[in-house]
């Protein structure tokens, strides 16, 4: 499998999740909880999404 198939499929499985939520809650609830997230801060630190600076 190519590396542009795998991003394709990630991509679509994505879009098939936010559409399901979206049925299950709506697009307000939806809203609501993003901005309840945005204002915890996003992504804890040390995640491991982020590389980290001057690691060898």
Same mark, same amino acid.
């Given at each position: 499998m190519?590396?542009? =198939? /795998?991003?394709?499929f990630?991509?679509? &499985? *994505?879009?098939?999740?936010?559409?399901?939520?979206? @049925?299950?809650?709506?697009?307000?609830?939806?809203? =609501? /909880?993003?901005?309840?997230?945005?204002? &915890? *801060?996003?992504r804890?630190?040390?995640?491991?999404? @982020?590389?980290?600076?001057?690691?060898?």
């Amino acid at each position: 499998m190519k590396q542009t =198939e /795998i991003q394709e499929f990630t991509s679509w &499985l *994505g879009k098939r999740s936010y559409k399901a939520r979206l @049925k299950r809650f709506g697009l307000e609830r939806l809203q =609501e /909880i993003a901005r309840e997230n945005g204002k &915890l *801060g996003g992504r804890p630190q040390g995640s491991g999404k @982020k590389a980290k600076k001057g690691g060898k």
